[in-house]
Every structure is written in C-alpha cells, then in structure tokens.
C-alpha cells in the first residue's frame, strides 16, 4: 500500500549556549578521563542540554510512532535527520566545556597528561565527524 507524502515536522538546531571560562582556582582538580565525573560544568549549560535531551527522548518517541504507523518513509528519516542534528548540538555544548575546562588544564602539564589529551581530543573530534 503506497503512503502519499506528508509534510513532516523539523525541529530547529539549537541555539550555541555560551560557556563560561574555567575558575582559575578550580583548573588544577580537573578529574578527567573516562569514567570520571564531570568538573567544571556551567549550570546553564547543564540545564540547557537538559532540556535539549528530554525533547530529543520526544523526538524519538515520535519517530518511533511514525514507524509503527507505517508513515512515509521520507518522512520518518527526515526526522531521524533532525534527531541526530539535535543530539550534535548537545555533544558539540559538551566539547565546548571540555575544552574551556579538563583540556585547557591538561593542555598545560607537560609530558604524558598533555599526550592523552591530544589523542583523546582527536578521537572525540573524529566520533563526531563521523
């Protein structure tokens, strides 16, 4: 049975969240690599992508009832399309405050934690490239 199209709904991309520069005094207690908790973080930032998130599980959801709808295939990907542009903006907030806050420290040490850093940066921007 073929679906005519309809016009299917696209969320906006975000609006950039400004980041607040580190505390000088809290630069050197940055408990970074995997596993670790988060330091450093702006509490609007945190809300902001919050937020973002929880209309992403939305997004989701309603995808998910486009499919078992059996809605028109264009339509269900563009959707997909605005979710995955949804969840980059959110990543892209949290490697701007990974970079204000346990990059820029880490890029001032010498020696191995700067090491680890530049590799751990790199793979981060080539997850997101992807």
Do not use: W
């Not at 975000?14 to 970074?32: F, G, M, S």
């Not at 405050?97 to 880490?106: D, F, M, Q, S, T």
């Amino acid at each position: 049975m073929e679906h005519p199209p309809k016009t299917a709904t696209v969320s906006k991309p975000a609006k950039p969240v400004e980041v607040l520069p580190p505390d000088p005094e809290q630069l050197h207690t940055c408990a970074c690599g995997p596993g670790a908790k988060a330091f450093g973080v702006d509490p609007g930032l945190k809300a902001s992508n919050l937020r973002h998130l929880r209309r992403i599980e939305g997004q989701v959801r309603g995808i998910a009832r486009m499919v078992e709808d059996d809605r028109y295939c264009t339509d269900v990907i563009t959707q997909i399309a605005a979710a995955r542009q949804s969840l980059h903006s959110v990543a892209r907030n949290l490697l701007a405050n990974h970079l204000k806050h346990c990059a820029a420290a880490a890029m001032r040490e010498p020696g191995q934690a700067q090491e680890a850093m530049t590799k751990e940066l790199l793979d981060l921007v080539s997850k997101l490239s992807k």
